[in-house]
C-alpha cells in the first residue's frame, strides 16, 4: 500500500421502473466529472459519506465521474455505454499513472438499460477485466430497494446496503462502506461477498424497516453480524418490485473473510426468515374514498393521503390525478397536492395572480393512472422551483444532495384545493417542497403524497393520520396485475 492510498471514486444511480413507457436518456441524467465530485463534500449525498472517510484516512482520492438520475423508465443502454467509456479511460490512466490501491463506487442497484437487466453486475465485471483491477479492493454503497445479483457479489469485496427505510441511514452507509475498505487496507485483508435471492417479491409499501417483516431480517442481520467476527457486513436488500428483471425481489448478501459453509449457513437462516414471514410484506391500503369520506368528518389535520401507485421515488410519473379527483369530489378544502406537469407550467408562462384558466392537468405520464383532468383553476404564484432541503438527512439529500430543483413551478388553487405544479417530479421526502412555495403544510387538512415509505421522516411528525390507498398506477402494490415476462418463476405472491 503507498503511503497515501489511492481510491478511485465513481457513481451510477438509477432505480429503472420497466413497466412505464417512457426510455430515460442521457438528457436525464446528471453527470459530474473530475473535480465536480470532491466538491460534494458536505452535500449530505453518499459520496459524501466516501469523502468524510476518505479525509479521515487521508486517501488521495482519484475522481471520475458520476452519473445519475432520479427513478423513471428504462435506461437507454448508450447512456451505460458512455458512463463505461468515461470510467474505463479514468480507470486505466489511474493505474498507469500512480497506481491504485482501491475502488469505491456509489451505486443504486435497480437500474435496467434497453439491453442489459444487470448493469451493475456488468459494471463491476467490466472493471475486473482491466489489467492492475482485477485484484483491487472494490467497496461501495447501494440501495436497500436494489436488485442484488451473482454478478454483483462475485466481482465486488465490500458493497453495503442501507439499513433503513425510509433511507435516512444512506449517507452512513456509505461511511460504513467505506470504513470497511480503510479496514481492508489495514489488515491487508481480501474480504468476498455471498448472496441468496429468495422467492419472494415484495411491493415498496411493505418494505418499510420499522415494520414487520423488515424489522425482523434486519435485526436477525445485526445478530448474525455480532455472533460471527469474520463477517463485516450483512445486507438485507427489501428489492425492487418494478423491473422485471430475473433477479428482482428480497435478497440478501454478506461480506466476509470466514468459510462459505458459515456464509450460507447465515443466508440460510435469513432466507427462512424471510419465506416464514413473507405475508407480512404484502401492503393493505385504504379504498380512496372510503379514507376521504373518514377524512371528511374529522377535525384539525393534516390527514395525509399517500398514494403508493404513483410513488416518484419508485419511478412513476408523479402526474396522477386520482388523489386530487377525491379532494374535489369529496369537497374536502385547505388541502395540497403536487403534480408534475410541465406543460400546464408553461400554460401560466404569462399568467398574473388572480388568472383563472382552465388546463388539461396532469394524466399524461402513463395510461395505468386516472389520465388527465379538465380543470378551473385560479393562478397564485410562479418560481424557478428551487428549494435547500430542511432534512440533510432525508433520502433525497442521499440522492441529490441538499440544494433541490424542481424546475419551474406554480401554484394554482381550485375548490380550496392548491395544486403545486413542478417541471421536473420531485419526491415528496421534504417538507421544504411546499414551504418554498408559500404553502405550510402543518396548517391545511390535507395533502397527497406521491410515495411508499420514505415521505415519513419528513410527513409523519406533522401528521395527525396518515391514509395509504390504492389507486390505479404503474407502482400499484397489486404486483399480481404487473406484467412480467423475465422474472424467474415461481415467486411470491406471482402464481
Known amino acids: ?15 429503472t421502473h420497466t413497466f412505464v413507457d417512457e426510455i430515460t436518456g442521457l438528457a436525464d441524467y446528471e453527470i459530474l466529472r473530475g473535480a465536480e465530485l470532491p466538491a460534494r463534500r458536505g452535500d449530505g449525498s453518499t459520496v459524501d459519506g466516501f469523502l468524510e472517510v476518505a479525509e479521515a484516512e487521508g486517501w488521495d482520492v482519484v475522481p471520475v465521474v458520476e452519473y445519475s438520475a ?20 479514468g480507470l486505466r490512466d489511474a493505474l498507469e499513472h500512480g497506481g491504485l490501491d482501491g475502488i469505491w463506487l456509489a451505486l443504486h442497484g435497480a437500474m435496467v438499460t434497453t439491453d442489459c437487466v444487470d448493469p451493475e453486475g456488468e459494471l463491476l465485471a467490466r472493471i475486473r477485466a482491466i489489467p492492475g483491477a482485477g485484484a483491487l ?62 422467492a419472494i417479491l415484495w411491493a415498496p ?10 424489522r425482523d431480517l434486519e435485526a436477525l442481520a445485526r445478530q448474525i453480524e455480532a455472533e460471527d467476527a469474520e463477517i ?34 447465515a443466508l440460510d437462516r435469513l432466507e427462512a426468515l424471510a419465506i416464514e414471514l413473507r405475508e407480512l410484506g404484502q401492503p393493505r391500503e385504504w379504498d380512496l374514498d372510503r379514507a ?8 384539525g389535520g393534516p390527514y395525509i393521503v399517500v398514494e403508493p401507485a404513483d410513488n416518484i421515488g419508485g419511478g412513476a410519473p408523479g402526474d396522477d390525478t386520482a388523489i386530487l379527483r377525491g379532494f374535489l369530489r369529496h369537497g374536502i378544502r385547505n388541502a395540497a397536492v403536487a403534480i408534475a406537469d410541465a406543460d400546464t407550467v408553461k400554460a401560466f408562462a404569462d399568467a398574473r395572480p388572480g388568472d383563472v384558466r382552465t388546463v388539461r392537468l396532469g394524466g399524461k405520464g402513463s395510461k395505468l393512472g386516472a389520465g388527465p383532468l379538465e380543470i378551473t383553476t385560479t393562478f397564485l404564484s410562479r418560481s424557478d422551483g428551487e428549494f435547500t432541503l430542511e432534512d440533510r438527512n432525508s433520502h433525497l439529500a442521499a440522492m441529490q444532495g441538499v440544494h433541490i430543483s424542481m424546475g419551474d413551478s406554480v401554484v394554482l388553487e381550485a375548490d380550496g384545493v392548491k395544486i403545486l405544479v413542478n417541471s421536473r417530479k420531485t419526491p415528496p421526502f421534504d417538507l421544504g417542497q411546499f414551504r418554498s412555495q408559500g404553502i405550510v403544510p402543518e396548517t391545511l387538512t390535507a395533502i397527497g403524497v406521491k410515495a411508499a415509505v420514505a415521505h415519513r421522516r ?25 406484467p412480467y415476462r423475465r422474472l424467474r418463476q415461481p415467486v411470491f405472491p406471482i402464481r
Open 292 to 299: 376521504l369520506a373518514e377524512i371528511k368528518t374529522l377535525e
Open 458 to 482: 419528513a410527513y409523519d411528525p406533522i401528521t395527525v393520520r396518515s391514509y395509504t390507498v390504492a389507486t390505479p398506477g404503474p407502482c400499484t402494490s397489486v404486483l399480481t396485475s404487473l
Open 205 to 214: 409499501p411493505g418494505t418499510g424497516t420499522a415494520d414487520r417483516p423488515m
Open 137 to 198: 479492493p472494490l467497496y461501495g454503497v447501494f440501495d436497500l430497494h436494489a436488485t442484488f445479483t451473482a454478478a454483483m457479489a462475485q466481482h465486488a469485496n465490500g458493497l453495503v446496503a442501507y439499513r433503513e427505510n425510509p433511507h435516512t441511514d444512506a449517507r452512513e452507509s456509505a461511511v460504513r462502506s467505506a470504513q470497511l475498505l480503510a479496514r481492508a487496507l489495514r489488515e491487508r485483508a481480501s474480504p468476498v461477498m455471498h448472496a441468496r435471492n429468495a
Open 232 to 265: 463485516w457486513a450483512v445486507n438485507v436488500i427489501g428489492g425492487y418490485s418494478f423491473s422485471d428483471v430475473p433477479d428482482a425481489g428480497v435478497a440478501f448478501s454478506l461480506v466476509t473473510t470466514g468459510s462459505a459453509e458459515r456464509a450460507k449457513a
Open 1 to 15: 500500500m503507498n503511503p497515501r492510498a489511492r481510491i478511485l471514486l465513481a457513481g451510477l444511480y438509477h432505480e
Open 70 to 89: 432520479l427513478p423513471s423508465g428504462t435506461t437507454d443502454h448508450a447512456v451505460f455505454e458512455q458512463f463505461w467509456a468515461e470510467l474505463e479511460v
